[in-house]
């Protein structure tokens, strides 16, 4: 055998050895430095971690892509919990929820446990609130289960079918074969100042509140299993859009919708304004000037219209003399100057 090409196999050998022992070692580095911040129930055979606190009216929060519960405890459970019992779930494949298949996990497959874990947990007609890649499964859960759901209340989310070419790094990893051997690459080498440009680019043009970055729990994502899961549901999505999109004018729940004109990760016009065109009982807040994120940097808005959707379906009373009750004398969609 030709000596370069034996000296480049042990190359490949050391390099493969040293890719498992980094990426290994960084997973339980992470998992030690960020360990389940709450519980665990069983559903079916599934195993799906959550964090509930608080007492009132049950409130869901459904967290988007590369994500887990820590987005939503940074600060908005707290904020919520003195007048909502606040569950927040782990998505399948994502933070301490194991992934449901090694590929083919559809929106509907996702709402499927969400909705199996509300009713292990006990939940009564639940607010469902989704952000980004949430927001699809929130209107899934919608879809699929609408008597399994209050309302919804749909933050930055993905909903409908966009023009343009898939992620190549993320269609990448979704491949069988080599995606799971890229993802134990960059779950080991990828580095720190990689992660945090990706935790800044998500929140332009806005600034990740202080001390974000160092509570999100980063290496939860970058874990191997945990980026081929995120990037095959990433690499799925559009096409499932166009199936599950034709079916939002079924829908007659509230929903409320909180979008920023400022965000590049998710359109405004293709998503949002779209979701309240072609849905009668959907109410859309454009921001001005926000970003993807905004449950942290305008999150008084967000709070706000969260009670909204818990008012409009009757599980929280609604405030004397508040404006954006019907029954006062105004439509609540009459914010939104391209509804009908």
Do not use: C
Not at 37 to 63: C, N
């Amino acid at each position: 055998m030709d000596k370069a090409l034996i000296a480049l196999l042990i190359l490949l050998a050391i390099f493969g050895a040293a890719t498992g022992w980094r990426a290994i070692n960084r997973q339980a580095v992470g998992m030690s430095a960020f360990p389940p911040e709450g519980q665990f129930v069983e559903v079916g055979d599934h195993r799906v971690h959550y964090v509930q606190r608080g007492t009132g009216p049950d409130l869901v929060l459904v967290h988007g892509a590369s994500g887990n519960t820590r987005d939503f405890t940074f600060s908005l459970v707290d904020r919520l919990a003195d007048r909502y019992r606040v569950t927040v779930i782990d998505r399948p494949g994502l933070g301490y929820t194991p992934r449901l298949a090694r590929r083919g996990v559809t929106l509907k497959d996702q709402a499927d446990l969400l909705v199996s874990t509300a009713r292990e947990l006990g939940l009564n007609d639940p607010v469902v609130a989704g952000q980004s890649f949430g927001g699809a499964v929130a209107m899934a859960w919608a879809v699929h289960h609408p008597e399994g759901v209050a309302a919804v209340v749909d933050i930055s989310g993905a909903t409908y079918p966009w023009p343009g070419d898939l992620n190549g790094f993320y269609a990448t990893l979704a491949r069988p074969v080599i995606g799971p051997a890229l993802a134990w690459v960059a779950s080991a080498w990828v580095s720190e100042t990689y992660v945090k440009a990706q935790i800044d680019a998500v929140f332009a043009p806005q600034n990740a509140p202080s001390g974000y970055a160092e509570y999100i729990g980063a290496p939860l994502v970058i874990r191997p299993q945990s980026l081929t899961a995120n990037a095959q549901q990433r690499t799925d999505l559009r096409e499932e859009l166009r199936g599950l999109a034709p079916r939002y004018g079924d829908l007659t729940l509230p929903i409320e919708i909180v979008h920023g004109s400022g965000d590049d990760t998710v359109s405004l016009e293709i998503h949002s304004e779209a979701l309240a065109r072609d849905v009668p009982s959907a109410h859309l807040t454009a921001l001005p000037g926000i970003g993807h994120m905004p449950h942290h940097v305008a999150e008084d808005q967000v709070l706000a219209a969260i009670d909204r959707a818990a008012q409009r379906a009757g599980v929280m009373a609604q405030p004397e003399n508040d404006p954006s009750d019907p029954a006062q004398g105004r439509d609540p969609a009459a914010d939104n100057p391209r509804r009908p």
